[in-house]
């Protein structure tokens, strides 16, 4: 049938050279509009719902997309330098203007809250104008107040205040690889001469890396292959045909593959960059066959035609057997849930299928328009049998013929000893991890972990209204518990603010108990776009963002495990009860159910803290402020007692102003100055102004018991604070931290009790309860699923790969036995490349994925030919030893160049940029000499070993 | 003829000279009209609307008692009902949280932030004064509206560099293009100029953020001029009422 084909093609052979000639014009065109993609976030499925949420998120949020630059003092004193502020400000204010930018947060503009005299402030932590105006302790005051802010430290800045970090959120459908040269641009310009340095990082700034790597590995790489695979291959033929005719059909078979990937607007990805050097390693073959059959024949005195044919019906079946072998190893990548490799899985099989048919169709017709040329002398088969050619095989054919046996023993040993290697073995697509240690990508991120809480963000998406103070308490709640999570850091919500507004109104670092306060609260801040980071406009949902504290793929998944059984631990169902509205075996109940939920808080704030203490210290603490709230005040420190007596007198002094009126404070000292009980000693005089008019005479009484009802609370906030520090004051507690357990404590006072499904009392607690979803999303996650697909991926495509080698193995046999036998050079080879990995870390990416499919789809040929090899031996000399010697050193000689040949290609890789590639170079290239070394020696030795293993009978 | 001719062009020039409106000159025409009544009472339904097209609308109602005493009371929605903002002069303002019960200060130079979660700032809600910070220094004059253009005074911490207005033959403001960095970044679009006893007004004002691609609807519901409002009003006290 070939035979027929042939002459149907070459009658047309012209029209076919010109179609061919219209087609490469038309490939060069196509291929210009080639893209590339370096997120990894592409690669997935849309509709996988971490890659949604993920998706999701970061449109709503624009939190996915940020750009982190590291800003470095040169100067001990850190960022904290009048010039260096001024800097950043500047800075910050030219990189709001690039167009693509939608917002800046830096150490300059960032949100701040704090206390002012008789109000509060909410505003820029540094404002530009007054920077100028900032004398040396100003500026000193500022550094203690920020690096005492938790809000800003390994935030917005380092601890040891040398690094400041600004975040830039480049806007919705911006190009992001545009927006971070520019970045880095304004930067360069900017911080010249400055004293301060930058370091871009975060996910666009990888994206952009990653894309001009890719893309400067694929111009650099293909050229590489091409020259190392002309030189092997001039070594074989040492004829210019030789050189240039498989070359080409690769080159053209690279050019149609990536003209149609342009046409299918698929974009090459650190995966797809690989295709040009595996194509050229493994796809010269073909035409190789092909042009060795030709010289075979030309030393024949035929016709240049009959030359050709022959060329072709000789040897088409065996080139389309290694290329369907080769194609079924890289077409069970398609079954992967990443893009990247399901493309290269199709882009490869199809450009060995192009090879295949250029190899059959193109290279003869370019061969008959040249002279018929014969090839230089090459070896014998009686030169390749003596002795006196090679060592390793003659030691290898004698191991066989000798010792057949023990030579699977020795393999089968080396698989007992290498099967527990694959327990180790692990998938990691975070691209960072891609580059090298040097590459100023890897320098950024690093900086992140070691001074901004890390480098892959994580969220906790809370569902519900956000002004709720059930939901606006369990965003807290899960705040704190993920800062606690050992690995995980810079956890902030929109909660966080609302905590530190109530702080500086109320002095309790708590969320308020009424939707009413939490809304007026809000009032404040509503309209920063600071707060577009952590809560929607419609105040439906909002997110807690952290970061885990490494790149390092186990603690990545450290991180996730932690985060899942976290939010699998917190109750997701809440109710807001009155203390008062209950009944006394109801309210003792819930009493002691928060007693032991503050109890539990504590320890996570002390574990947060980083100091351990004694549970009955926290119970007894606990215990006190109970007790404050039924029993009313305490003895306050003299610092504290001063403190509420300032307060007390400019409240008086107010009171005095707003109504004319006066209000008689008995001076004391001591103890007794601000005890309770000078509330009640106060008295108004001039009560005959409030007769005269009804309206104030009420306002001022209302005025008058709400002013000793928030002096009470004023004076319980301090006793709090005081119990809190004389607690801990031996601990070496930061103040941040107090001021949260004093907030968790100042709980214990309020009449409104938010409470959990944890409480075993909750269904028969009358009030409306509100369940709350939450869904755990980010990079971390994304990350780890992404490692988990790849994993499955990898297995499901080997054992495909390996189902349908074996079945064209059955097919090609006739034998079930030797089907299977055939299989275990290839698997062992396979457990060789895995447990390389495994013990040098290696891990399974989107770019070694595919060593497997090479070793299986290259690999099972050399099993094919060594059989072959068998067979044509035993035809040829009727001998079960003198078949074994000719598979093994005549066939196994041709395998040997071959493999050679082949590994020489991937040794290319080693230049490339990224980690993956490398690796895949040295593995695919070792791996390769594992598949024919097993193939050489293991087939022989169960022909040698096993009667039932009987070559004698394959129909090949 | 000549000499007649000659008359005639130098009489129109110095009328026209006598009568040119300066940009300064219709600046002050603008504060003036905003403040020409002695107070006002002014109901009002805010709305913001975000780029998703997502509304929000408040409700409230302002006091004004000459240029500098304002009060801004919300009446819905809830969460912020009775929370009011008090302005008495350029850098002093106090804030009621009713679910407190507390009156706050609220530092002055939070001027330039949005009121609220609106595209308004805190100094357009509370301040209708210019001249402090502008100085009128191109005029344009149209057949029906005249452009003027307002450049920051040095030290100013306003937070446009440059406003282009265009107001009507009355010197009510039609249209704003707030400047920074010479890009507009706000818009203001006032319409519904009526007339109201002897004051005309813009009921409607909407201010767009270019920037964040959101606007602000401010609607008038119930004006009343000159009611003659109380200082006390203006005080601590009357926020919490």
């Known amino acids: 049938m070939i035979k027929r084909i042939i002459e149907f093609y070459w009658r047309f052979r012209y029209v076919c050279i010109l179609l061919m000639v219209v087609l490469v014009t038309t490939s060069v065109v196509c291929i210009k509009d080639l893209v590339v993609e370096g997120d990894i976030l592409e690669y997935m499925p849309p509709e996988h719902k971490d890659v949604r949420l993920f998706k999701e998120i970061g449109n709503k949020y624009l939190s996915n997309y940020f750009i982190m630059l590291s800003i470095e003092a040169a100067v001990d004193n850190g960022v904290f330098e009048k010039d260096y502020l001024k800097s950043i400000a500047k800075l910050t204010k030219a990189l709001r203007d690039i167009e693509g930018v939608s917002s800046v947060i830096s150490i300059t503009n960032i949100m701040d809250i704090k206390k002012i005299e008789d109000g509060i402030e909410v505003s820029s932590l540094i404002e530009e104008e007054e920077i100028e105006r900032m004398s040396d302790f100003d500026i000193l005051q500022l550094k203690e107040y920020v690096l005492n802010n938790e809000r800003y430290v390994n935030h917005i800045v380092s601890s040891n205040g040398r690094y400041s970090q600004i975040i830039i959120r480049p806007s919705q459908g911006s190009d992001r690889a545009k927006v971070v040269n520019m970045v880095e641009e304004v930067c360069n310009n900017l911080l010249k001469d400055t004293g301060l340095k930058f370091y871009a990082g975060g996910w666009p700034v990888a994206i952009r890396d990653t894309n001009n790597a890719t893309m400067g590995d694929l111009k650099k790489l293909t050229p590489i292959v091409i020259i190392i695979s002309m030189i092997v291959l001039f070594l074989g033929f040492r004829t210019v045909r030789g050189v240039v005719l498989p070359i080409f059909v690769v080159i053209v078979a690279n050019l149609f593959t990536f003209a149609i990937m342009a046409l299918l607007k698929k974009p090459v990805t650190l995966g797809t960059s690989a295709i040009p050097v595996i194509l050229v390693s493994t796809g010269t073959a073909y035409a190789i066959h092909i042009i060795n059959q030709y010289y075979f024949h030309a030393s024949k005195s035929l016709s240049k035609g009959e030359v050709i044919l022959h060329a072709i019906t000789d040897k088409w079946k065996a080139v389309f057997l290694s290329a369907l072998t080769t194609m079924a190893g890289f077409v069970t990548l398609m079954t992967a849930t990443l893009t990247t490799v399901v493309d290269l899985g199709f882009f490869m099989t199809l450009g060995i299928f192009l090879s295949f048919l250029l190899a059959i169709f193109i290279v003869p017709l370019i061969l008959y328009m040249l002279p018929i040329k014969q090839a230089r002398k090459v070896l014998s088969e009686e030169e390749a049998l003596s002795y006196t050619h090679g060592i390793f095989l003659p030691i290898a054919e004698k191991f066989v013929l000798f010792h057949s046996k023990k030579v699977i023993l020795g393999f089968g040993v080396l698989t007992i000893i290498l099967i527990p290697t694959l327990f180790n073995l692990t998938a990691d697509v975070n691209p960072i991890n891609y580059f090298k240690e040097d590459a100023a990508i890897r320098k950024s991120e690093q900086l992140l972990v070691d001074h901004f809480g890390g480098a892959v963000p994580v969220f906790v998406l809370v569902k519900g209204d956000v002004k709720d103070p059930r939901v606006m308490y369990f965003t807290e709640y899960v705040e704190r518990e993920v800062e606690a999570i050992e690995n995980i850091g810079s956890a902030q919500s929109v909660a966080s603010i609302i905590a530190d507004l109530n702080y500086n109104l109320i002095n309790y670092y708590n969320i308020p108990d009424t939707a009413g306060k939490i809304g007026n609260l809000w009032f404040f801040v509503e309209g920063n776009e600071y707060l577009n980071q952590y809560v929607t406009q419609e105040m439906d949902e909002s997110i807690v963002l952290a970061r885990i504290e490494s790149l390092q793929k186990s603690q990545v998944t450290y991180a996730n495990r932690a985060m899942r059984e976290l939010l699998s631990k917190i109750p997701s169902e809440y109710k807001i009860v009155d203390k008062r509205e209950l009944s006394i075996g109801e309210r003792n109940g819930v009493i002691e159910y928060q007693k032991s939920h503050i109890l539990k808080r504590i320890q996570t704030e002390l574990s947060i803290a980083r100091v351990k203490v004694d549970e009955k210290v926290v119970k007894d603490l606990v215990e006190k402020v109970v007790m404050l709230g039924k029993v009313e005040g305490g003895s306050l420190p003299y610092e504290l007692c001063l403190q509420f007596h300032n307060e007390l007198k400019s409240r008086i002094k107010k009171i005095r102003s707003d109504f004319g009126i006066d209000v008689i404070l008995e001076e004391q000292d001591g103890d007794e100055m601000c005890a309770l009980d000078v509330l009640n000693r106060l008295s108004l005089v001039s009560e005959k102004v409030l007769l005269e008019d009804d309206e104030v005479e009420e306002q001022l009484k209302t005025e008058w018991n709400e002013f000793k009802d928030s002096m009470k609370s004023y004076h319980s906030s301090l006793y709090l604070k005081h119990l809190v520090n004389s607690t801990f004051s031996s601990y070496g507690i930061k103040s941040s931290s107090l001021k949260h357990m004093e907030g968790l404590l100042g709980l214990l006072l309020n009449d409104n009790i938010i409470i959990g499904s944890d409480y075993e009392g909750f269904s028969s607690l009358r009030d409306e309860s509100l369940k709350i979803v939450t869904e755990y999303g980010g990079l971390g996650p994304i990350l780890a699923m992404l490692d988990e697909n790849l994993m499955k991926n990898q297995i499901t495509s080997i054992i495909i790969a390996l189902l349908l080698v074996f079945v064209l193995m059955f097919y090609l046999t006739r034998s079930f036995l030797i089907g299977l036998v055939s299989m275990i050079p290839i698997c062992f080879t396979l457990l060789v490349d895995f447990s390389i990995m495994s013990i040098f870390g290696i891990a399974i990416d989107d770019v070694t994925i595919v060593i497997a499919s090479i070793l299986i789809g290259v690999g099972i040929d050399y099993t094919i030919h060594i059989i072959t090899g068998l067979k044509l031996g035993y035809e040829k000399y009727s001998d079960d030893d003198k078949a074994i010697s000719f598979a093994i050193r005549v066939i196994g000689r041709a395998v040997f160049l071959n493999t050679f040949a082949v590994a020489l290609g991937f040794i290319a890789l080693l230049f490339g940029d990224f980690l993956p590639l490398r690796s895949m170079g040295i593995l695919t290239a070792v791996t390769m000499f594992i598949a024919a070394f097993s193939a050489v020696i293991l087939i022989p030795s169960f022909v040698k070993s096993y009667k039932k293993f009987n070559i004698k009978e394959v129909k090949l | ?241």
Do not use: W
């Open chain 2, 1 to 241: 003829m000549r000499r007649f001719c000659f008359f005639i062009c130098v009489f129109l020039v110095s009328s026209l000279t006598l009568n040119a409106e300066t940009a300064q000159d219709v600046l002050k025409k603008i504060e003036a009209r905003q403040n020409e009544a002695m107070d006002a009472e002014i109901q009002v339904r805010i709305t913001t609307i975000e780029k998703n097209g997502t509304k929000k609308v408040r409700e409230g109602v302002i006091y004004q008692k000459g240029e500098d005493k304002r009060v801004f009371k919300f009446t819905s929605p809830a969460d912020i009902k009775g929370l009011s903002v008090l302005s008495t002069g350029k850098d002093t303002k106090y804030i009621y949280l009713p679910e407190f019960k507390k009156v706050r200060r609220i530092a002055g130079h939070i001027k330039n932030q949005s009121f609220g979660g609106t595209d308004f700032t805190n100094d357009e809600i509370s301040s209708t004064r210019y001249s402090d910070d502008y100085e009128a220094v191109e005029l344009r004059e149209g057949p029906d509206t005249k452009v003027i253009t307002l450049k920051k005074r040095e030290g100013s911490d306003r937070e446009y560099d440059k406003i282009v207005a265009e107001v009507t033959s009355d010197y009510v403001i039609k249209r704003a293009e707030m400047y920074k960095n010479n890009k507009v970044i706000k818009v203001l679009d006032v319409t519904n100029i009526n007339k109201h006893g002897k004051y005309i007004i813009g009921e409607k004002m909407i201010m767009r953020d270019l920037t964040k691609n959101r606007s602000t609807e401010m609607e008038m519901i119930k004006i009343e001029f000159d009611k003659g409002l109380s200082d006390e009003i203006f005080s601590e006290r009357f926020l919490k009422k």
